[in-house]
């Protein structure tokens, strides 16, 4: 570790110096043979201020994902966390697996597992926002860009973004007749299949429909005593679809969308006892594909979203542009596990294991229903002068219904426990944003967003399966909050930007009403960020490089957390009264040849929770470092955030060489993030290990007319690196376990 933080100054002190010397090594560079520099950088355009700029011209913290490293990233059927530890500070994780992926950035994140739960990293997908953490995961394919913008982004994109915000833009239609299809089989037998087909349809009117299919067999084994059968879970089918309408008039533009999802599988793995006691490591024995579950014949997740979204636009003259954006999206689940992750019950004096399970867990939690209306009108002017701006208005209206169930084990999966939620949301905001060119050389940018946000909760259980009858709990949460930024970015030269940010913005007040296990429905008051951030963005060596820093700090006040497990199978929301967090980034890319590129990133994030008075129950068979108060308690001051990693990095290097009629490829990518405490005390089991993930992806692409073939190999997790990467603390040491190495081939077209 400490050779990587020696790496990671003397890089940060290198970019520093290249860009702050980028006109002479520009002079440098141009006396070279220009012939060596044929091949340079092409310019990333990016929507982070929901306009298209030149992403090294805008002043905010953002990185984009497209093209081959796209591709490479998302193979082996993988769903959205496959962007994990891909870009500087971010960290995505799941209990659920494919559905429920939870965001982190910059550390600040919400570990949360009940289905109303709000995160401070906002997903945007068309520039429609997927606020349930269901909606969260839709599978990804045709899109043209990902962009993650961190640091608070509430001024344009409002409620739930303290964090920063992940925007996926999907590939639209043109009036150019394009396409592609792609199919790849791989380890324990998944087959990948997506494509897309689009066109005019008039000479105003263009469509495209994209299509998704994924299949894996069960592969996992129960070897529960009792309980034996083969490849009994882990498998899934994964079908979606997008159609989208295009069409292009004079002075006006009118995008429909609409996209469905299907996914019939498993949920995540629980494995019991799989962390060695009196230390992190995984146990001896453990094998990926067996389990040790009464329950896992049971085991089920099931999906089901649609949605659809209208973006319409005028050009009302030469100054103006209207913009109306109109969201619908609906969604349902149901996911049913074994909780505890192995069998029997030790205190009920049954047989039990692996290790000591002392009660049994089965659990399922369900979204009947969900609807999400959003309506987002702005205009923004297109001065020719100095002064530019945009204002507009939003809405959001949300109402979510979720199913809590518990089952009794010993009673083949009888119900025992049942609780209905009901939670109704509506938030509208005014907001604006202002230009200003004050020179050639200095360019300022000022936002203002007034928010109002309203929930209003009903929790009804029917029965509890620790003997508690009915009860029925009301309550309601509301809050206004005036979010701001400032920012101003400084041309040093023609190939150097400057820019320095601070943003103050909310999360707004949340409620968790999982009360099977207990009584008490818990709210958390809004929290509050105020973020500071400078940084340069260069090209150097004559476009043929690209370095991004960026420095930045930041407190949070009333920082809502969630209190997960420990004492029983729910969450209780808390607030902490201040969490700082501070650390750097760095964004590269590099033309090393006319026949190798690269990129290398690298981030560190330093979280502290600053609460004397904050403690929250802990493991039931975990050995706790932190102090423990007289209510038994582990008290959380000076804790960093859960699933937070001080360090994550990444690096690619892609080679091209023509070879006959065609282009032979490879690529290679290595990620890694450092430790991660899995919640908020501190246990030496629940600290989960640092990760390194190592892919390769190798293949032919040739031309013939119209049509452009590609054949690929690849892996991911080449080295097999298995480690713990998520917990349940509240019966036994219970792990979750990373994806396996998994090898595939695949064949691509694309015709035009």
């Known amino acids: 570790m400490k050779s990587l933080k020696k790496t990671a100054i003397a890089t940060i002190i290198n970019a520093a110096l290249l860009s702050a010397a980028g006109t002479s090594v520009s002079a440098f560079a141009a006396e070279e043979d220009t012939a060596k520099k044929s091949n340079q950088l092409e310019v990333i355009q990016v929507t982070a201020r929901k306009r298209v700029e030149n992403a090294q011209e805008v002043p905010v913290a953002v990185s984009a994902l497209q093209g081959d490293n796209l591709d490479a990233y998302s193979s082996a059927g993988m769903d959205i966390r496959f962007m994990s530890a891909k870009i500087p500070s971010l960290s995505i994780e799941s209990s659920f697996g494919r559905s429920f992926p939870r965001f982190y950035v910059r550390g600040l994140g919400n570990t949360d597992f009940d289905l109303n739960a709000s995160q401070p990293v906002s997903l945007v997908v068309d520039e429609v926002v997927q606020e349930n953490a269901i909606l969260k995961g839709f599978p990804v ?44 089989y791989g380890s324990r037998g998944a087959v990948d299949t997506e494509g897309a087909v689009g066109g005019a349809l008039t000479d105003r009117l263009s469509a495209r429909v994209s299509l998704l299919w994924q299949d894996k067999d069960d592969y996992i084994d129960n070897q529960a005593p009792g309980f034996e059968a083969k490849d009994e879970q ?91 954006i109109s969201g619908w999206e609906s969604a349902e689940i149901y996911s049913r596990g074994d909780i505890d992750g192995g069998y029997g019950c030790g205190f009920c004096g049954t047989d039990n294991g692996p290790g000591f399970v002392p009660y049994e867990s089965e659990s399922a939690d369900g979204i009947p229903e969900q609807d999400q209306l959003t309506q987002e009108l702005r205009l923004a002017s297109n001065f020719s002068g100095d002064f530019n701006y945009q204002v507009g208005l939003f809405y959001f209206d949300e109402e979510l219904t979720i199913e809590n169930f518990n089952y009794s084990t010993p009673d083949n999966g009888a119900l025992n426990g049942y609780v209905q939620q009901q939670q109704d949301t509506t938030a509208w905001a005014i907001f604006g944003s202002a230009d200003y060119i004050f020179s050639d050389k200095l360019k300022v940018t000022a936002g203002l967003r007034y928010s109002d946000d309203e929930k209003d909760f009903v929790a009804d259980r029917t029965i509890s399966p620790i003997g508690g009858g009915a009860l029925y709990v009301e309550r309601s949460v509301s809050d206004s909050h005036v979010s701001w930024d400032l920012s101003a970015n400084y041309k040093v030269n023609e190939d150097v930007n400057w820019y320095s940010r601070v943003a103050n913005t909310f999360r707004a007040p949340s409620l968790q009403g999982r009360i099977l296990f207990g009584d008490d429905v818990t709210t958390a008051d809004s929290e509050t960020v105020t973020s500071f951030e400078t940084g340069i963005k260069s090209d150097v060596l004559d476009g043929q490089g690209r370095v991004n820093a960026t420095v930045f700090y930041y407190t949070m006040d009333d920082q809502q957390l969630t209190a997960v497990g420990g004492g029983a199978n729910f969450n209780r929301l808390v607030n902490a009264d201040k969490t700082t967090g501070y650390g750097f980034e760095l964004d590269t890319e590099w033309v090393l040849s006319d026949e190798f590129n690269a990129t290398f990133n690298l981030s560190y994030n330093k979280t502290e929770i600053k609460d004397n008075d904050l403690a929250v129950s802990a493991c039931f068979q975990c050995t706790v470092t932190d102090p423990i108060n007289d209510a038994g308690l582990a008290v959380l001051d000076g804790n960093s955030l859960p699933h937070a990693p001080e360090w994550i990095s990444n690096f690619t290097l892609r080679y091209n060489k023509e070879l006959a009629d065609g282009n032979f490829f490879a690529l290679g990518d290595i990620s890694y993030r450092s430790e991660i405490n899995m919640f908020l005390y501190e246990s030496v089991e629940f600290e989960g290990k640092a990760l390194t993930e190592v892919g390769l992806r190798a293949g032919y692409e040739w031309a013939e007319g119209d049509y452009e073939y590609q054949v690929s190999a690849f892996v991911r997790n080449l080295f097999d690196e298995q480690q713990v990467i998520g917990a349940i603390d ?7 376990v990373n994806e396996e190495r998994y090898i595939g081939a695949e064949f691509k077209v694309n015709f035009f």
């Open 141 to 184: 394919f045709d899109v043209e860009r990902v962009e993650v913008l961190r640091g608070p982004q509430g001024t344009l994109f409002g409620r739930n973004t303290p964090a920063g915000l992940v925007k996926f833009d999907t590939a639209k239609p043109s009036q150019e007749f394009e396409g592609y299809g792609a199919v790849s």
């Open 730 to 736: 509240f019966n036994n040491n219970t792990g979750i």
């Open 234 to 324: 882990g498998g899934y089918t994964e079908k979606a679809a997008r159609i989208q309408f295009l069409y292009e008039g004079d002075d006006f533009t009118a995008l429909l969308n609409y996209h469905t999802r299907d996914l019939d599988g498993s949920p995540i793995a629980f494995r019991a006892n799989v962390i060695e006691a009196g230390s992190n490591d995984l146990v001896d024995n453990y094998e990926h594909d067996v389990v040790y579950q009464d329950a896992a014949v049971r085991n089920t997740q099931q999906v089901e979203s649609e949605g659809a979204s209208l973006k319409l636009e005028w050009d009302i003259s030469d100054e103006y542009t209207i913009t109306s």
